[in-house]
Structures are given as C-alpha cells and as structure tokens.
C-alpha cells in the first residue's frame, strides 16, 4: 500500500486522468482546482495521507462548502471530483476503501435554461449582420451565428471549428466535444447559405488584415486581426445582436444551444437523437429540454381536454 502524502497522489490522478483517460486539459485543471482546495481543507485539519480520512471528513467537507455559499452545482461537481480521487485511490492501493462512496452531492434545483422563441430567435440573427452586408465582420457575426444554431454547438465547439470540419457541400460539421470527442452535427440552408457568403467573401477579407508573422489559417471565425475568434468575443457579438434585435430576456454564450434543443424537441425531435447531436454523454444532462413552457401547456390543454371549452 502506498503512504505517500496528498501531493503525490495528486500528481500520480490527475496523470491518470490526462494520459490514460484522455480528459480534455480544461477538465485536468478543474479536476486538480477541486481537490486542492479539498486536500488543503484536510490539511488545516492535521491530515497529511488519504488513508487518515473517513466518512465523516468527507461529509464535512461538503458542509463547510455549504457554509461558504457554494451553489448545489458548483457543490456537486466538487464532490464529484472527490469521489474520483478517492475511487482512484483504491485502485492505486492507496486506501483500502473508498470512505466518500456513500457521501452523496446536495440535490440541485431543477432549473430551466433561458431560451429563446423561434421569432426572437430569427429577429437574432437578423440583427447579426449590419450594413449592406459587404462588410466582412457582419458576414462572419451572421454565419457564426446561423452557424451555432443550426449546429448547437457550444461557443468553444464554435471558434475551435476549422475549414476542413465544415462540409458546405453535405451540410454537415465535425465539432470537437468534451474530453476531445467528435461528432457530426448536419446543417441547414440558411446556415449554408451564410457561411458560404463568409467563406467566400468575409474570410478572404479577414485573413488578409492579420497582423503578425501567420494568421490563423485554419479557423473557420476569424477577428479583425486574421486570428482565431475567441469565446469572448463570441459573447460580445451575441449580445450586441441581442441589443439590435432589442430582446429583453437575459441571455447566456449557450442561449442558441439552448434554444437548438428546445425547438428540435418541441419539434417532435426525441430525446436520444438530441442528446447526440448535443454531444450529451448522459441523456440525463439532454432531458432538461423537455421542460414545456407555461403557454404550450395552456394550449395543449384547450385543444386536448374534452371539457376544456
């Protein structure tokens, strides 16, 4: 049984993780942010090796996350997080037995994602392209955004798209998901039709601008310096198209994702197909959607209940 401390088996699990597993760099990190804080936590308690903990330090440990205002969320991933180390732990030899297991993450409120109507949705992307349209930054704001909500793809998926992911000839994009998975995610005319105009005419336009030794030539969204769009300016872009489209409703960098599932389910779309095109690996994670707004119940009732009327 190793008895080394918290840092080297730290170090050996979030190896374990990026190597073996292949998690995505930004989820190593967040994995090594989470247990950090929980090893330091320990620490201040006089703990120096996992096998010194037990259940109960586990179950206070989520208590004083409760107690520095954690949200339910916020709280569940770092549990989670906890319960992979100490899994790992066993398998390591670590600890003989993982002390976390029947520790479980407070329930979250089930909350809905803001979405939009499908008319806010094209009074969006209207508003996306200013001017006569011959301007190369208004193509790129109107093929990205045609793009992200013909696709659902996240605003990272987005701007790491490069040429060679979309095919304009079969309507279909490759996007590079969570943990580095790939999935095919077919597209529509109107979104065909604005990345065609964009790669054809705004792209050009873009790349010859850049500054610096290379511009980026393989992204797909460009900024004015020939560079890869970053998801900040993605933001930026969505919600200057909010102002011009003078929609109210507070919106999210993933409100067109959100709305891509809404309407393909309201659509008659079923939950499975949805949550691949998503690039859910849970269905757990997709079934959020299928929240029925107020109005659409109100409806369904009038047109359905034989007393209604």
């Known amino acids: 049984m190793n008895n080394d401390g918290f840092d080297g088996l730290l170090e050996r699990f979030l190896a374990h993780i990026d190597v073996e597993r292949g998690l995505a760099k930004a989820t190593v990190k967040a994995y090594e942010s989470d247990l950090r804080r929980y090893t330091e936590w320990l620490e201040g308690r006089g703990m120096r090796r996992l096998d010194e ?13 409760d107690a520095g205002g954690e949200s339910a969320r916020s709280k569940a991933r770092r549990l989670a997080s906890v319960h992979e180390f100490h899994r790992y732990a066993v ?57 992200m909500y013909a696709t659902g793809a996240r605003v ?3 701007v790491g798209a490069n040429l060679d992911d979309v095919d304009l000839d079969e309507r279909v994009a490759r996007l590079m998901g ?24 705004g792209r050009p336009a873009l790349e010859r ?21 970053s998801r900040q300016s993605v933001w930026e872009i969505i919600k200057a198209a909010c102002a011009r489209a003078h929609i109210t409703k507070s919106l999210h ?22 949550q691949e095109l998503l690039g859910h690996a849970s269905v757990t994670t997709t079934q959020i959607y299928t929240h029925v707004s107020p109005e659409n119940l109100i409806e369904t009732y009038l047109t359905s209940h034989p007393r209604a009327r």
């Open 156 to 158: 990272s998926e987005a």
């Open 178 to 201: 969570k943990g580095s998975k790939q999935r095919l995610v077919p597209f529509g005319s109107y979104a065909c039709e604005a990345m065609r105009r964009y790669l054809n005419m």
């Open 253 to 274: 960098p993933h409100t067109l994702r959100h709305s891509f599932a809404t309407h393909l389910i309201q659509g008659g779309a079923d939950v499975r197909s949805v």
């Open 209 to 229: 601008q850049g500054r610096g030794p290379v511009p980026e030539r393989r992204a797909v969204f460009l900024n004015k310096r020939g560079r890869r769009l």
């Open 53 to 65: 903990v037990s259940q109960r330090d586990v179950e206070d440990y989520v208590a004083a996350l």
């Open 91 to 147: 398998a390591d030899g670590t600890v003989p037995a993982d002390v976390s297991a029947a520790v479980k993450a407070p329930k979250a409120p089930a909350t809905l994602p803001d979405v939009l109507t499908i008319d806010e949705v094209s009074a969006l992307l209207n508003a996306a392209g200013v001017g006569d349209g011959t301007d190369p930054v208004s193509m790129r704001d109107r093929a990205l955004l045609e793009f």
